[in-house]
């Protein structure tokens, strides 16, 4: 298995973004795959995905399917991202190709605050651009104005069949949590924040799973241009050289026996591929501990 997963990653150190011609081989996928995690829905969501923000439509289109062929099934983009068409462009791409069924993937997206006021627009907005029946996770995307209401309306199309699970993205507090829920008929199963070794949030974490909500992290890594002070830290180095990992998959590997969902994102085939390749090790309690200790209740983002 070892031989095995080395040969991965050294076919993917041999292509650059996502674009190349070049491809992982097919039976990658079926070799190895990110355990899920139930959520309070009744479906089941893989623990590690693959984030587009900050990709444009083409580039998205050819990494979300680069990404189902390296053996990711969670896909997570927005409306705010503008990439939902390249997104369904490479899922439907991938189910064509006989990579992934859609029931074995798992697709996110967002209301945008522009969108609040005109939620069910909004939901039939995005199916329509990523041209698919139904989303598995929508989630409004931000605290903002007339949010109850989104969530009314995500409530809405749960019942029609559009959407299968429903939560919420960047609320930070067991207050900004039960806001939403005391207005509820359906649970959030989701919460997207920022999460990683610098800020942690193990208050929110801890509150929310009595009710079966999971956490899950975008910025896993720390966020484009804050990777390397995090990448740094002389405990990940330690830990990523026991290992023989990168930093990122020290990081992917922390989160993952922490509880959470984490949603890396690259344009890069090689790093799409290495941070998927977790699961032939385990942190020990011991290092989790030291990797707890790494929380400075630090966040790099304000929204």
Known sequence: MKKFLAAIIFVAMMMSACGSSEEVPKDV??????????????????????GTWTLDDD?????????????YRLIDTARYYRNE?????????????????????????KIMPGNYNSPDAAIENSLK????????LMLIHQPGHNDEEVYRAMERAVKAGKIRSIGISNYYTPRDFDRIKNIATIAPAVIQNENHPYYQNEELQ??????????????????????QKIFSNETIQSLAKKYSKSPAQIILRWQFQ?????????SNKKHIAENFNIFDFRLTAEEMELMRGLNKNRRFENW
Do not use: H, Q
Not at 129 to 136: A, I, N, P, R
């Open 59 to 71: 580039t998205a289109e050819d990494c979300v399917y680069f990404a189902l062929k390296v053996g």
């Open 206 to 227: 801890s509150y929310v799973k009595k009710f079966g909500t999971v956490i899950e992290s975008w910025y896993p890594l720390g966020g484009r241009g804050n990777t």
């Open 258 to 266: 922490a509880g959470y969902v984490a949603i890396p994102g690259s």
């Open 29 to 50: 996928s079926k070799s190895f795959f990110a355990d899920s995690v139930a959520l309070n829905s009744g479906y089941n969501m893989p623990r590690l995905g693959f």
């Open 129 to 136: 651009t990523l041209g698919l029946d139904y989303v598995d």
């Open 85 to 109: 068409a390249g997104v369904g462009k490479g899922i439907r791409r991938a189910i064509a190709d006989g990579i992934a069924t859609r029931e074995e993937i798992f697709v996110t997206t």
